[in-house]
């Protein structure tokens, strides 16, 4: 009985700790998805919009995968949470054969309560918006 009293509050513990951040990255990657720039916009963080645009977001998601996000899929078991800042890992493109597309990390931040995307470039972390070497 203690076990299975265990098991369920670890899993309660880890549903309200892992699950806003992976909540706030489905309903940021389902407006890109849907082509709601202005809407995938409006949920980044404050310091992510000063200078960018809806624009700037679709323009980002285009160097992200050529072409747009056909489906996606979150994982929820590659997040990795320190305090109010959340990193979620994402395949903006996952086929129907299981086959990874593009595979994204999303930078999160808990702000008012609020999880959103927050950091590296409009809240996406990836080797493919950095500038070239060469």
């Known amino acids: 009985m203690i076990i299975l ?25 389902r407006d890109i998805r849907h082509g709601s720039y202005r809407a995938a916009f ?19 998601v285009d160097r992200l995968v050529i072409f747009g996000v056909s489906d ?4 929820p078991f590659d997040v990795h949470i320190d305090g109010s800042r959340a990193t979620v ?18 930078r999160l931040e808990k702000i008012d309560g609020d999880w959103r ?10 080797e493919l918006l950095q500038p070239s070497a060469i």
């Open 5 to 29: 009293g265990l098991a369920v509050a670890s899993g309660t513990i880890w549903v309200q700790k892992v699950k806003p951040p992976i909540d706030a990255a489905n309903d940021y990657l």
């Open 117 to 126: 995307p927050c950091g590296g470039q409009l809240g996406f972390e990836d």
């Open 89 to 106: 890992k994402a395949d903006l493109n996952k086929t129907s054969t299981g086959t990874a597309g593009n595979t994204v990390r999303i």
């Open 42 to 60: 409006a949920q980044l963080c404050a310091q992510e919009r000063v200078d960018g645009s809806p624009r700037s977001l679709r323009n980002t």
């Open 72 to 75: 996606y899929e979150v994982s």
